[in-house]
């Protein structure tokens, strides 16, 4: 009977838990700059090759610099 009991309760207690979440994340918006500046510097950071200037790292697109996180 004690058995029943414990396996009846772990069955209640696995069945109200679940394993899955929902995480849900709104994208950053993303500002593309068309024309670097003339003080702008390149900086190379593991191999990659960043502009940096204003305090930020730019990264070169076909659209224009997208600031990224070094």
Do not use: D, E, Q
């Not at 930020?56 to 610099?65: E, I, P």
Request: glycine content about 4%; some cysteine.
């Amino acid at each position: 009977m004690r058995p029943l009991i414990i396996l009846i309760s772990v069955f209640c207690i696995m069945s109200f838990t679940s394993c899955a979440t929902r995480i849900v994340t709104k994208p950053h918006a993303v500002t593309v700059v068309k024309k670097a500046p003339r003080h702008y510097k390149i900086v190379k950071v593991k191999g990659k090759r960043y502009y940096f200037w204003s305090g930020n790292h730019y990264k070169k697109t076909r659209k224009g610099y997208v600031i990224v996180r070094v």
